[in-house]
C-alpha cells in the first residue's frame, strides 16, 4: 500500500518555482555565446603555437609594469635580455613596458629573437616597440597566454614586480612540483626584493609545516647577478633542451 500522498497536477505546477536569473543573464543566449568562445580559445592557442614553432631554446622574463627606462630594475632587464640572447636564446615577455620592455629591448639589439606575448586589459596595455615583427601575439584570456609562457621557456626569470609576476612564478612552480610540467629552473632575480619570500617558503611553508617538501625547492634561485642566470640555465640542461608539455 502506498502511504504518501500523490501530489496533484496543480499542486505540482505552484511547486516549481522559476529560476530568477541575475540582472542583465540571459540563460539561453549566454550558454550560446560560450559556446562560440570555445573558437576564440581555439584560435588564440593556434597563432601562439604557430608563432613559437621556430623559436628555439626561449627564457620568459617577468618583473614590473612600473619601472621606467634607466631605473637599476629596468637596466638590469635590458641586461638580462641581452645576455640571452647572445647566448641563443629567445627572450619572452609579456609584450609591455617596464622590465617586459627592458628585456626585449636588450635581446632585439643584440640581435637575438625579442617575443611578446601581451594581454588585452581594461586599461589597454600597448606592446612595447622593441618585440619584433611577426612575434606578438596579443591574448584575451590569462590561461592561453600562460600556456605560451610555460610551454616554451627553457627558465623563467623573475626581476621585482607585483601581483602579476607573482602570480607567473606560483603557476610555474606548482606545474613542475605537480608533474604537469618538465622541471625548469625558475630564478628570481634581485635579493632585497625576493629574499623574504623566499625565506617564507624554505622556512614557514617547508620546514615549520611540512607543506612541501625540500625537493620543491631544488629549481628555485635566489641570484643578484644576470650572468649567474645565464650559467645556472646552461647548467641545468646537460643533455639538451626540451618542450616542457
Known amino acids: 500500500m502506498d502511504i504518501y500522498r500523490r501530489v496533484s497536477e496543480r499542486e505540482e505546477d505552484s511547486l516549481v518555482k522559476p529560476v530568477k536569473l541575475h540582472a542583465g543573464v540571459n540563460r539561453e543566449s549566454d550558454f550560446m555565446a560560450d559556446g562560440w568562445r570555445v573558437f576564440k ?10 608563432m613559437m614553432s621556430d623559436a628555439g631554446p626561449s627564457v620568459t622574463v617577468f618583473g614590473s609594469t612600473r619601472v621606467h627606462d634607466g631605473s637599476p630594475e629596468y637596466l638590469l632587464a635590458e641586461t638580462l635580455g641581452r645576455l640571452l640572447a647572445a647566448e641563443g636564446f629567445s627572450v619572452i615577455t609579456g609584450g609591455g613596458p617596464g622590465v617586459m620592455e ?25 606592446p612595447n616597440k622593441y618585440i619584433d615583427h611577426n612575434k606578438l601575439v596579443s591574448f ?23 601581483f602579476g609576476t607573482l602570480d607567473e612564478v606560483s603557476e610555474a612552480i606548482t606545474l613542475i612540483q605537480t608533474g604537469k610540467s618538465e622541471r625548469f629552473p625558475v630564478i628570481l632575480i634581485g635579493k632585497n626584493y625576493w ?51
Open 195 to 245: 629574499e623574504g619570500f623566499y625565506r617564507w617558503i624554505c622556512d614557514t611553508m617547508c620546514q615549520k609545516n611540512g607543506y612541501i617538501s625540500d625537493d620543491d625547492l631544488g629549481f628555485i634561485y635566489l641570484e643578484d647577478s644576470p650572468e649567474k642566470a645565464i650559467e645556472i640555465i646552461k647548467g641545468f640542461y646537460p643533455d639538451g633542451y626540451s618542450l616542457n608539455f
Open 102 to 126: 627592458a628585456a626585449n629591448k636588450g635581446a632585439q639589439f643584440a640581435g637575438g629573437p625579442s617575443i611578446g606575448f601581451n594581454i588585452k586589459l581594461p586599461n589597454q596595455q600597448e
Open 140 to 162: 584575451q584570456y590569462f590561461f592561453v597566454r600562460k600556456v605560451m609562457f610555460l610551454k616554451y621557456a627553457q627558465a623563467f626569470i623573475a626581476l621585482p614586480g607585483g
Open 41 to 50: 580559445i581555439m584560435a588564440e592557442f593556434v597563432s601562439g603555437f604557430e
